[in-house]
């Protein structure tokens, strides 16, 4: 145990002895490979190695298949830190830091579609596949007026949704769109964003002492340049952005 570690902060972040760090395993852009162990490597995991490292205690990765697993296992015991987006749906369970990175989220359009703007897509009778439960999805729910949302299983079901039932739009962050596009010919990606999805940190509602700590290693991570030293060394530069202070 680091000796300079308030006790109450080790209480709440690693009562186990051990920092449990619930990683999105959805989100290959934070999660970009594994360790020579086995483990689960990138940005997030990165992140929540080097809590653990300040905490003084090991870490164990906590591997959930949807950003809406983590979401619902807050306040069960599960994990200790969450790294997820950030979103006002997921905040009334789960106390987060600032966005340590940003992703932007648009649309992709097939080809030959009339939709060549963000401001297009909210119109009635545009059916927009979505990754369900994902942080743009519950955006997308709280601001479309006229859209309708398609919602699928994760990314893959999106796609396979957009695909097969022909429909106008597919909502995505804009990396994993480029890496789509190649499988649908003359489609568009439209300029800008909807949203920019804020990767933050999560500790349990209510653990203020651990919410203080997370949020203060966060805003140090990114002024001293560690963030943006994961990004390059993950080999995510142009994909991830280091969140605005």
């Not at 080999?235 to 280091?242: A, H």
């Amino acid at each position: 145990m680091n000796a300079e570690i308030d006790p109450a902060v080790l209480a709440q972040l690693a009562p186990t002895g051990t920092l449990r760090v619930g990683l999105n395993m959805a989100n290959n852009l934070m999660n970009t490979g594994t360790t020579a162990a086995g483990e689960p490597d990138g940005v997030a995991p990165d992140m929540g190695r080097a809590i653990a490292e300040k905490l003084g205690v090991d870490a164990a990765m906590v591997q959930s298949a949807s950003p809406g697993e983590i979401a619902d296992t807050a306040g069960k015991d599960e994990w200790d830190l969450g790294m997820i987006g950030a979103e006002p749906k997921r905040a009334e369970v789960i106390d987060f830091s600032a966005a340590y990175v940003e992703i932007e989220a648009t649309y992709l359009v097939p080809a030959g579609s009339s939709l060549t703007s963000i401001e297009d897509v909210d119109e009635k009778g545009v059916r927009i596949a979505v990754s369900g439960r994902s942080a743009y999805d519950l955006y997308l729910s709280r601001h479309l007026n006229n859209a309708e949302l398609m919602r699928a299983k994760g990314v893959p079901g999106a796609v396979e949704l957009f695909r097969n039932e022909g429909l106008e739009a597919l909502a995505g962050l804009r990396p994993a769109l480029v890496a789509q596009s190649e499988n649908f010919p003359g489609c568009q990606i439209l300029d800008g964003c909807f949203t920019a999805v804020q990767q933050a940190i999560g500790v349990t509602k209510g653990n203020t002492v651990a919410a203080k700590f997370v949020a203060a290693f966060v805003e140090e991570s990114k002024a001293n340049g560690f963030i943006a030293s994961l990004i390059d060394q993950h080999g995510v530069t142009g994909k991830l952005s280091v969140g605005s202070s």
